[in-house]
């Protein structure tokens, strides 16, 4: 199983990023997939969740509208639009493979991908 994200970088409060997660060595389609992220001092925080087809999603009560999390089973990739950011979304992102079977955000997973750094400057 392999996640590589990419898409992070340096942002300024009130823009935008799209994050991107691509896996391979699995079905994709098989499995919900979520983003997540923590920052220092921290703890974990689950960002968003997708279903295997992309029709039910979920996302963490901070998120209040500002993200949108997106998978395409062709392309084996899945994907945050984040909007609006603010320096509190500064952080590490990690997408996250979820058990089979299951769904949710506090549903477990066992591989993810070393993460994108996004930071968002006030």
């Known amino acids: 199983v392999q996640l590589v994200e990419s898409g992070g970088g340096l942002v300024q409060a009130g823009g935008s990023l799209r994050l991107s997660c691509e896996a391979s060595g699995f079905i994709f389609s098989h499995h919900a997939m979520s983003w997540f992220r923590q920052a220092p001092g921290k703890g974990r925080e689950t960002v968003a969740v997708?279903?295997?087809?992309?029709?039910?999603?979920k996302y963490g009560d901070f998120v209040q509208g500002r993200f949108t999390i997106s998978r395409d089973n062709a392309k084996n990739t899945v994907y945050l639009q984040m909007n609006n950011l603010k320096p509190e979304d500064t952080a590490m992102y990690h997408c996250a493979r979820l058990n089979f079977g299951t769904y949710g955000l506090a549903a477990p997973y066992e591989h993810r991908g070393q993460g994108t750094q996004v930071t968002v400057s006030s």
């Open positions: 997708v279903d295997i087809d992309g029709i039910n999603t």
